[in-house]
Nanobody, 117 residues
Framework: QVHLVESGGGLVQPGGSLRLSCAAS????????MDWYRQAPGKQRDLVAQ???????RYVDSVKGRFTISRDNAKNTVYLQMNSLKFEDTAVYYC???????????WGNGTLVTVSS
């Protein structure tokens, strides 16, 4: 059974930092592209960052230079380092694992990030 468990969310002031983690089990982690999505209240779920099984990364323009995605295949974990947080980064953050070949994908349950003064 596949499980993706996000952690690290919380309340932070504007300009602050958080590091999200997503621990995977039940998959061969190194064969999966790992993505971070976010969903703000009343809005659709949008892609934030991706890291392929080979380590290539991609970011949405609004987080470039502030967020960094990374992965540790030995720990079956993907991270999202978020710096210089803004009010508009407030959302539930979800990780998604997508098999590099078949496209089969799985979702975590999300972790809430609230940026507020």
């Amino acid at each position: 059974q596949v499980h993706l468990v996000e952690s690290g969310g919380g309340l932070v002031q504007p300009g602050g930092s958080l590091r999200l983690s997503c621990a995977a089990s039940g998959i061969i982690f190194s064969l999966y592209r790992m993505d971070w999505y976010r969903q703000a209240p009343g809005k659709q779920r949008d892609l934030v960052a991706q890291i392929t099984f080979s380590g290539r990364t991609r970011y949405v323009d609004s987080v470039k230079g502030r967020f960094t995605i990374s992965r540790d295949n030995a720990k079956n974990t993907v991270y999202l380092q978020m710096n210089s947080l803004k009010f508009e980064d407030t959302a539930v953050y979800y990780c998604n694992a997508a098999h590099f070949n078949t496209g089969v994908n799985y979702w975590g349950n999300g972790t809430l990030v609230t940026v507020s003064s």
